[in-house]
């Protein structure tokens, strides 16, 4: 059974850095898209960045695009997510997901698998 376990957020001041990590168990990973998503309290959760499955294509919301890089290790069942240049705009509970073969949009409609999210706070 696919399971996604993400870790690494936290507190964090604004213009720093965090790198989330999600962890997934019971699949043979590099069949799946894996993409990151992210909601704020009253808000839709969004796409903000996914993968293919051997990594060669991204994407990336203009909402982060040039400060946050998606990428995967399949041989350590683990996708990251590398921010930097944090905004108070950023703070929201961040999800991983899987879906099996290609991912079309970086939507949720488009995966089918979530992990159990963690906070991220943008804040002095």
């Known amino acids: 059974q696919l399971q996604l376990v993400e870790s690494g957020g936290g507190l964090v001041q604004p213009g720093g850095s965090l790198t989330l990590s999600c962890v997934v168990s019971?699949?043979?990973?590099?069949?799946?898209?894996l993409g990151w998503f992210r909601q704020a309290p009253g808000d839709e959760r969004e796409g903000i960045s996914c993968?293919?499955?051997?990594?060669?294509?991204?994407y990336y919301s203009d909402s982060v695009k040039g400060r946050f890089t998606i990428s995967r290790d399949n041989a350590k069942n683990t996708m990251y997510l590398q921010m930097n240049s944090l905004k108070p705009e950023d703070t929201a509970v961040y999800f991983c997901?899987?879906?099996?073969?290609?991912?079309?949009?970086?939507?949720?409609?488009?995966?089918?698998?979530w992990g159990q999210g963690t906070q991220v706070t943008v804040s002095s």
């Open positions: 997901a899987a879906q099996l073969g290609l991912f079309r949009t970086c939507s949720t409609s488009d995966f089918d698998s």
């Open positions: 019971g699949v043979t990973l590099e069949v799946y898209a």
């Open positions: 993968i293919s499955t051997s990594g060669g294509t991204t």
